[in-house]
């Protein structure tokens, strides 16, 4: 077990309750569904803003397959500072204009990225409030 599996329970209770703001500005929690076990996942993200959209970069993409799920896009429901959204994610390999976006708001990836040919973000678009039925 990673140090990440042990800290995420921890980071998925901050997210979800009022004291989110401490993390909020720079993590969320994705929620989206396997494609081939059918079972849902929340995880929390480091995350950029793209204008209305959100941007995710998976580093280490070849050692994690949550992303997998989103290729060719998938429904996924967003916690962002609070509050409860849905989209669509899209994930998308080796966009060197996503990666110039992203290092806009992280300066530090810049070195992971320059380490990895083919990057892999997670696109996140389409975004609404989520319904609560």
């Given at each position: 077990?990673?140090?990440?599996?042990?800290?995420?329970?921890?980071?998925?209770?901050l997210?979800?309750?009022r004291?989110?703001?401490?993390?909020?500005g720079?993590?969320?929690?994705?929620?989206?569904?396997?494609?081939?076990?059918?079972?849902?996942?929340?995880?929390?993200v480091?995350?950029?803003?793209?204008?209305?959209?959100?941007?995710?970069?998976?580093?280490?993409?070849?050692?994690?397959?949550?992303?997998?799920?989103?290729?060719?896009?998938?429904?996924?429901?967003?916690?962002?500072?609070?509050?409860?959204?849905?989209?669509t994610?899209?994930a998308?390999?080796?966009?060197?204009?996503?990666?110039?976006?992203?290092?806009?708001?992280?300066?530090r990836?810049?070195?992971?990225?320059?380490?990895?040919?083919?990057?892999?973000?997670?696109?996140?678009?389409?975004?609404?409030?989520?319904?609560?039925?």
């Amino acid at each position: 077990m990673t140090l990440q599996n042990l800290g995420n329970p921890f980071v998925r209770a901050l997210l979800r309750s009022r004291l989110h703001g401490i993390l909020s500005g720079s993590l969320l929690l994705v929620t989206y569904t396997g494609r081939r076990t059918g079972r849902t996942f929340t995880i929390p993200v480091l995350y950029a803003e793209d204008g209305a959209d959100l941007l995710v970069f998976v580093g280490r993409s070849a050692e994690k397959v949550w992303w997998r799920n989103l290729s060719g896009g998938a429904p996924v429901h967003v916690r962002l500072r609070g509050r409860e959204l849905a989209g669509t994610a899209t994930a998308v390999v080796g966009d060197p204009e996503l990666g110039e976006r992203y290092v806009a708001r992280f300066p530090r990836a810049e070195r992971s990225l320059a380490g990895d040919p083919a990057p892999v973000f997670v696109c996140i678009t389409d975004l609404r409030p989520a319904d609560d039925n």
